[in-house]
């Protein structure tokens, strides 16, 4: 897997996990920038890591590319997605990525306490997520996630560790603020191409 489809589905992967009601942890924290590490194990890529600055706001959730490529913007109230990079805007359905959390706001929530811990000096409460949505692609396949919440920053998602079909994808967060971002940072062109819906399960070429 390529680090920029890599650095594409982790932003879906926060993004669409915050489209659950409140009663998700990810729905708590309306705006904030941070940088975030993604690492995961798969068979075809082995060890991977990716680092990436991620920005939201309200409903957007902005994300650079790696390399300085470009940046990816999700539209969490349209379940849209744009890929800006080398001049050219993708535009598509965010939920046709692979992503097992690509759910509805109607979304099925169980929280089960897993402890407590301390990531990055941050005091932070445990808790494993069983998160089924009710209808789309993935309507009734429950997704499995493990979540770090920071106490003295608001129950943010420090970490977090989700089950997908290529092993456990781990994303940590440093440099984290909590005021809102400049707007300006989810502009993305106006003539961007609309590409098609890949189906559940496609893996990104």
């Given at each position: 897997m ?7 589905i ?10 659950a009601r409140a ?6 924290i ?9 690492s ?16 939201r ?5 902005r994300t ?14 349209t ?6 990079m080398?001049?050219m ?16 706001r109607d979304?099925?929530?169980e ?19 069983t ?12 997704a ?38 400049d707007?300006?940072l ?20």
């Open positions: 390529r680090n920029h489809d890599k650095a594409a982790g932003v879906v992967l926060l993004s669409m996990a915050m489209l009663q998700s942890p990810f729905d708590a309306k705006s904030f920038s941070a940088t975030y590490v993604m995961g194990m798969s068979a075809r890529a082995g060890q991977a890591q990716t680092e990436a600055k991620i920005y706001l309200g409903d957007q959730i650079t590319l790696p390399g300085g490529m470009g940046y990816s913007i999700v539209d969490m109230n379940h849209t997605s744009y890929m800006v080398r001049g805007c993708m535009q598509m359905a965010a939920q046709g990525l692979e992503n097992p959390l690509a759910h509805s979304a099925a929530i929280r089960t306490p897993a402890g407590a811990d301390t990531v990055d000096g941050h005091v932070c409460k445990v808790e494993d997520l998160i089924t949505p009710r209808s789309g692609p993935r309507a009734g396949q429950p499995k996630v493990k979540v770090w919440e920071a106490q003295d920053l608001n129950g943010f998602p420090i970490k977090t560790e989700t089950q997908t079909a290529q092993g456990t994808i781990t994303m940590q967060y440093k440099d984290i603020s909590l005021a809102a971002p707007a300006s989810f502009a993305h062109p106006d003539n961007c191409r609309q590409m098609p819906v890949m189906p559940a399960g496609a893996a990104p070429h």
